[in-house]
Structure formats: C-alpha cells, structure tokens
C-alpha cells in the first residue's frame, strides 16, 4: 500500500517504486513513517500523528530544495490518517516515536515539540476542582495527554505508566492532596509531557509511580533515573533501561527545575486505591 524508504548497500537511501534517491538526512525519518503508516494502528496513533506534523514543519522550512520536495509525501501521509484514536498504547516498536528522534538526529535546526496545547486529541479530560481554584483549572495542565484532573492545587501527581482504569478510581478516593492522575507508557514523549505539565504547576511536589510499565519502555525506570542521575549532553537520562530514554522536547532547565521540585515514590504492579491513599506522603513541602 506505502511506498518504502530503504538503505542500499552504499548506506543510500531510495524510494524502491522509482528507485529515486532520498537526501541522507531525511531517509531515516521517512523509512520510520512509512513502516509505520502500513500499519492501521500507526494510523490512528498520536505518536505518527506528531510524528508526521514534525515532518511536515522539518521538510517545509528545509535550505535543501530536494527535502522540501518530500513535502508532498509527508501531505498524503497526513491525509491517509485515521481519527486519533489513542494517545498512545505502549507498543515495543514505536514507528512515530523513532520517527521524530530521526528528525531530530538529523536536522539540528529543528526542535519539534509535540506537546502543542492545541494539538487536538480524543484524550478525555474530567476536571475536578473548587470554585478557589477553578481559573488555574482552565489553564493547567497546558499539555495534552491522558489524564483526569483532581485539585489544581494539590501537592500529589500520581502516574499510573500503562494503566487506564486507575486514575478515575483515584481520582475518587485520593481527595484533595490529589492534582492529577494519569497514565505515561513511554520513555521519552511520554515522560516529556508528565514533565511539562508538572512543571506548569508549582504546587506539585510528589510524582507517585504505580501499576505496570507498558512492555519494551521501562518508563518507572526512567523516571527514577532522571531524578537521581539527570541528563546527558544529548538529553539521554543517565544509566536507564529503557530503549530510548531521550527527552528531546525538554532543556537542561527543564530537568533541573523537575529534579529540584519533585519527589518521587513508587508503588509496586498494581495498587489497591486505599492503599495508594495510605501510602501518599503526608508532609509536603509548601510552595
């Protein structure tokens, strides 16, 4: 169905209907896209969706004039998407997650964020806060994801990795302490985001780990990490397990500013709701 964007034996990179070549630095980004679009749940992913909207920015403001002739390519990817579906679902290959590290290897002028408060999403958000609180409602958190909001005010975060039906439950029982509950599968635009919302929040203090990491991600693993070790020159967390631990959306302030304001904890596999209540740290640092 796709076209197909593949290396020769020379390290070149050809499109195999016309046997065209494709510039070097485009023809990582594109074989991922296009190994990805095969598939229909690529198609309906936030992750090629963001994938492909970097492309499409990347491509259009290239010096090259044989890039930005890629540009009509990266247009009927875009066009063959599905309604968004899911934000993303943790698969082992990310097709759209190695897609946007390839652009970002490659094009030292760009700096994709894929955490655009306009990015439209089907992600379902529940806001729950007092009349005290309700114009920092509106505006937090500013990035997109799958989360349910508590108390905008609250000094708790709590992560539930690939876990869905956890944050409502939480949400319920926690009570006030409780700001927002959501899931992160993967460790890299998964953890970019938790990282950003937090950080637009200075009355969170705890980020609380619990349920399962999605299968190939070590995204617990790379949370502890950062805050222990940070990051690298290449925005690598230091000593993670996981596959692709690069945090390309965020700076060095970012991670400095995350590693100073939050704690973390953990809560083994899959918590029971009034234990996850029992176990919130109860004294939490004041803003």
Not at 41 to 49: A, L, N, S, V
Not at 60 to 84: D, F, Y
Not at 103 to 127: I, Q, T, Y
Not at 130 to 147: K, L, M, V
Request: glycine share 6%; hydrophobic share 40%.
């Amino acid at each position: 169905m796709w076209d197909s964007v593949n290396s020769d034996a020379n390290g070149s990179w050809l499109m195999s209907s016309t046997n065209t070549a494709v510039p070097e630095r485009a023809g990582p980004a594109l074989h991922e896209i296009e190994r990805g679009m095969a598939l229909r749940k690529c198609r309906k992913c936030g992750c090629m969706k963001e994938a492909l909207d970097a492309a499409s920015r990347t491509f259009r403001n290239a010096k090259e004039p044989e890039i930005r002739e890629l540009l009509p390519t990266i247009e009927g990817h875009q066009s063959a998407m599905e309604p968004i579906g899911y934000d993303c679902i943790g698969c082992k290959k990310c097709w759209g997650a190695d897609a946007i590290i390839q652009l970002a290897n490659s094009f030292e002028e760009v700096a994709p964020s894929e955490c655009h408060g306009d990015n439209a999403r089907s992600a379902k958000r529940e806001h729950v806060s007092s009349a005290t609180s309700n114009q920092q409602a509106c505006s937090w958190p500013s990035h997109p994801g799958d989360y349910i909001v508590g108390n905008p005010v609250g000094s708790v975060a709590i992560c539930t990795l690939s876990n869905r039906e956890l944050p409502p439950k939480l949400i319920a029982a926690v009570g006030a302490d409780l700001a927002i509950a959501g899931r992160c599968d993967t460790e890299n635009i998964g953890i970019e985001k938790v990282v950003l919302n937090v950080l637009a929040n200075p009355h969170i203090r705890w980020l609380v780990l619990c349920g399962v990491e999605a299968v190939g991600h070590r995204a617990a693993d790379a949370f502890l990490r950062l805050k222990e070790r940070g990051v690298d020159a290449n925005m690598r967390v230091l000593e993670a397990a996981s596959w692709r631990p690069v945090l390309r959306n965020l700076t060095l302030l970012d991670v400095a500013r995350f590693r100073e304001q939050i704690e973390i904890d953990i809560e083994n596999h899959q918590p029971d709701k009034k234990q996850v209540k029992k176990e919130l740290p109860h004294e939490h640092p004041q803003c």
